[in-house]
């Protein structure tokens, strides 16, 4: 089973960056898609980015597009999101996600507990 520990998340001011850390242990981290979700205080969880298990691919969700990078280290079995030009809009809890195969914005396998950002002046 896959363990999954999010670290990073801060209060950042607007157009500010922040990195996020999702550290795995327990399971063999190159065989999994690792996924970024958020939830906004009052709205429902979203889909945010992926990378595929070898690195080669990666996703974004409309809103960060441009903004965001989602990379991984399979040697320290960990994944980031490298978070850029931060709005308002982006604050939420960030969760981790991880799935056995391809990419998906809905399927996940194992999930992190979340780290918060705050984007405010």
């Known amino acids: 089973q896959l363990q999954l520990v999010e670290s990073g998340g801060d209060l950042v001011t607007p157009g500010g960056s922040t990195r996020l850390t999702c550290a795995a242990s327990?399971?063999?981290?190159?065989?999994?898609?690792i996924g970024w979700f958020r939830q906004a205080p009052g709205k429902e969880r979203e889909w945010v980015s992926c990378?595929?298990?070898?690195?080669?691919?990666?996703t974004y969700a409309d809103p960060v597009k441009g903004r965001f990078t989602i990379s991984r280290d399979n040697a320290k079995s960990a994944a980031y999101l490298e978070m850029n030009s931060l709005q308002r809009e982006d604050t939420a809890v960030y969760y981790c996600?991880?799935?056995?195969?391809?990419?998906?914005?809905?399927?996940?396998?194992?999930w992190g507990k979340g780290t918060l950002v705050t984007v405010s002046s």
């Open positions: 996600a991880a799935r056995v195969g391809y990419c998906s914005a809905v399927l996940v396998d194992y």
């Open positions: 327990g399971s063999t981290f190159d065989h999994y898609s």
């Open positions: 990378i595929s298990s070898s690195g080669q691919t990666t």
